[in-house]
């Protein structure tokens, strides 16, 4: 089920972070006290399908209690293609798992891991960007959970 209130996201358990892209999906993870979030390899989509069972499967053998997706908004708060790219692919995951999923605004978060990776002379930058830009998504999620 996709939530519209913080305050009815699961309280405890670790979270999954997602930056969905339409070439390649970041994700990231919290431990279960959500004080540490790690980034995992991203996925290079090729198959929608195949994206949404790996993002299942995920959920399962890691035990998330709740999905944070990246929705990447114009500067306005109007939905741009990607928006409405996204929310479908999160209207799918809702009608394939009962984990709850939330959103929280993306902006420039590529923009703050480019500069963090650039900054840590990572090479091959384009490689983990996205799971990069998808724990900053996490972390950003969890300081509002932990507000309310």
Not at 3 to 18: A, E, M, N, T, V
Request: proline residues 3%; charged residues 25%; hydrophobic residues 40%.
């Amino acid at each position: 089920m996709i939530l519209s209130k913080y305050k009815d996201f699961p309280s405890s358990g670790r979270i999954l972070g997602l930056d969905w892209g339409s070439h390649r999906c970041g994700i990231a993870i919290s431990n279960e006290n959500r004080d540490l979030v790690f980034s995992r390899p991203q996925i290079n989509i090729t198959n929608k399908d195949m994206l949404l069972e790996y993002i299942v499967k995920f959920i399962q053998e890691e035990q998330i209690s709740g999905v944070v997706i990246g929705l990447p908004l114009y500067a306005d708060g109007s939905d741009s293609e990607t928006t409405k790219n996204v929310r479908k692919f999160a209207d799918v995951l809702a009608m394939t798992t009962d984990t709850p999923i939330i959103f929280v605004e993306e902006n420039l978060t590529s923009c703050v891991a480019q500069d963090l990776l650039l900054e840590k002379k990572c090479k091959n930058i384009k490689s983990i960007l996205d799971s990069e830009s998808a724990r900053i998504i996490l972390e950003n999620a969890i300081s509002i959970l932990k507000r309310i």
